[in-house]
C-alpha cells in the first residue's frame, strides 16, 4: 500500500501564504501524476492542482498566479505554495497521488491523504 501525509495547514490571514506538504511513503515502485484538491463546508471535492510526472502542470483557474505545485521525486513528496490568500481559499485540502504499488502483485490506483486543513481569516 501508500500511505500519503500532508502537512502545513493552519490559520492564516488574507493576503498571507502558506506551504502545504504531502509525502508518499510505503511499496512505492513509481508515482506518476500527483496533484492537490480542496473542499469547502458544504461544497464537491475539487482540483486545485496537479503535476505529472514530466513535470505538466494544472491549475485551476481561481488559483493560477497565486498558487505553485511542485514536486521531489527522490522523496515521493509534493508540495503546495499558496499565496495571496483568500477567504474563499478556506478548505481541508487533500494530497492524491496515482502510483504503482507492490502489494503482493503489482498494481496502479489512486490514493489520497487524510486532509489538512486550511482557513483564512482575519
Known amino acids: 500500500q501508500v500511505q500519503l501525509v500532508e502537512s502545513g495547514g493552519g490559520l492564516v490571514q488574507p493576503g498571507g501564504s502558506l506551504r502545504l506538504s504531502c509525502a508518499a511513503s510505503?511499496?512505492?515502485?513509481?508515482?506518476?501524476?500527483m496533484g492537490w484538491y480542496r473542499q469547502a463546508p458544504g461544497k464537491e471535492r475539487e482540483l486545485v492542482a496537479t503535476?505529472?510526472?514530466?513535470?505538466?502542470?494544472n491549475y485551476a483557474d481561481s488559483v493560477k498566479g497565486r498558487f505553485t505545485i511542485s514536486r521531489d521525486n527522490a522523496k515521493n513528496t509534493v508540495y503546495l505554495q499558496m499565496t495571496s490568500l483568500k477567504p474563499e481559499d478556506t478548505a481541508v485540502y487533500y494530497c492524491?497521488?496515482?502510483?504503482?504499488?507492490?502489494?503482493?502483485?503489482?498494481?496502479?490506483?489512486?490514493?489520497w491523504g487524510q486532509g489538512t486543513q486550511v482557513t483564512v481569516s482575519s
Open positions: 492524491k497521488a496515482e502510483a504503482w504499488a507492490r502489494v503482493g502483485a503489482l498494481t496502479y490506483q489512486e490514493y
Open positions: 510505503g511499496s512505492i515502485v513509481r508515482i506518476d501524476d
Open positions: 503535476l505529472s510526472s514530466d513535470g505538466r502542470t
